[in-house]
């Protein structure tokens, strides 16, 4: 059994940044996709980045140019680098792996707050 933990999350002022971690532990051999995804107050779970196993990473319009996801697969770790936070990035951050061989199966973490101040 996979399972995912995300940590970084936390309380920044706006123009700030903060780093997610999000750490899996179990037996994978292969990912699909490694994605960050979000979600704010009355709103729908967004994806904000995702990086694919070939490395094209893809993002959100809303956070292109400021965020930067990055992945080591030797210890199983995604990272969301967040640069010149804005209150609109408020909201809990989830990692997510898709297509994990054994599988396929997705996995999900639990998410971790990120809460940014204007």
């Known amino acids: 059994q996979v399972q995912l933990v995300e940590s970084g999350g936390g309380l920044v002022q706006a123009g700030g940044s903060l780093r997610l971690s999000c750490a899996a532990s179990?037996?994978?051999?292969?990912?699909?996709?490694h994605d960050w995804y979000r979600q704010a107050p009355g709103k729908q779970r967004e994806l904000v980045a995702a990086i694919s196993d070939s490395g094209r990473t893809d993002y959100a319009a809303s956070v292109k140019d400021r965020f930067t996801i990055s992945r080591d697969t030797s210890k199983k770790t995604m990272y969301l680098q967040m640069n010149s936070l804005k209150p609109e990035d408020t909201g809990v951050y989830y990692c997510a792996f898709l297509g994990v061989i054994p599988g396929p199966r997705d996995y999900w973490g639990r998410g971790t707050q990120v809460t940014v101040s204007s």
């Open positions: 179990g037996i994978i051999f292969a990912i699909n996709t």
